[in-house]
């Protein structure tokens, strides 16, 4: 299996631009997990999805973050207007329901995330 | 937010010495919990994961759980330079059906050669 796939891996833009960041889980997996790393803030969960449906969102910053998962093998995290403070690292995970390793979550390389 | 707590270093160890990691958590309700490794500039990955209270050992890594006092240790035993990393203390809370995994902030471990 190819792994849990982000896109950008990097991207740079000015602030009050949309950003858009991409997802593509691990085939058979039923979760798929959003997070967000800074240095101040360590690795925050963003949002959740299992099947395809939002679980939690308690962990989206504001209303400027959405998060959509059409179907069970693609999901975007969009940020709208971006903003300086969110410059950070974001990165999609997935995991699948019942595994011997207990819902280990395995993480997508990242997307670096730059707002000037 | 539940929270989990672990000490941000750095904590430098001697080359060949054991390296010893805790992580203690708020949330009596945790039923899982995990050590994941991340080098600098690339994604997390797991090494190990305990449900039970007492130790579990994989190699040269031993996780170890305490529940009562709240708390789950690694211990990296022969340190190697390719250690070096911050360490991830994850913990999920399997009951109530909430699928969360709450991560620490992280240890940086440095392994002196």
């Known amino acids: 299996d190819a792994g849990v796939i982000q896109s950008p891996r990097h991207e740079v833009t000015e602030m009050g631009q949309e950003v858009t960041l991409r997802c593509k889980p691990i085939?058979?997996?039923?979760?798929l997990f959003w997070y967000r790393q800074t240095m101040m803030r360590g690795l925050e969960l963003l949002i959740y999805?299992?099947?395809?449906?939002?679980?939690?969102d308690s962990g989206m910053p504001e209303d400027r973050f959405s998060a959509k998962m059409p179907n069970a093998s693609f999901s975007t995290l969009k940020i709208q207007p971006s903003e300086p403070r969110d410059s950070a690292v974001y990165f999609c995970?997935?995991?699948?329901?019942?595994?011997?390793?207990?819902?280990?979550?395995?993480f997508g390389e990242g997307s670096w995330l730059t707002v000037v | 937010q539940k929270e989990v707590e672990q000490n941000s270093g750095p904590l430098s160890v001697p080359e060949g010495a054991i390296a010893s990691l805790n992580c203690t958590y708020s949330d009596r309700g945790s039923q899982s919990f995990f050590w994941y490794r991340q080098y600098s500039g690339k994604s997390p990955e797991l090494i190990m994961f305990?449900?039970?209270?007492g130790d579990k050992e994989d190699g040269r890594f031993t996780a170890q759980l305490n529940k009562a006092s709240q708390y789950v240790s690694l211990l990296i035993r022969d340190s190697q330079p390719s250690d070096s990393a911050t360490y991830l203390c994850a913990v999920k809370n399997r009951l109530n059906r909430d699928d969360k995994i709450i991560f620490g902030k992280g240890t940086r471990l440095h392994i002196l050669p």
């Open positions: 085939s058979g997996h039923d979760y």
């Open positions: 999805f299992n099947n395809n449906v939002p679980i939690d």
């Open positions: 305990i449900y039970s209270n």
């Open positions: 995970a997935s995991s699948p329901r019942h595994s011997l390793s207990g819902n280990t979550i395995y």
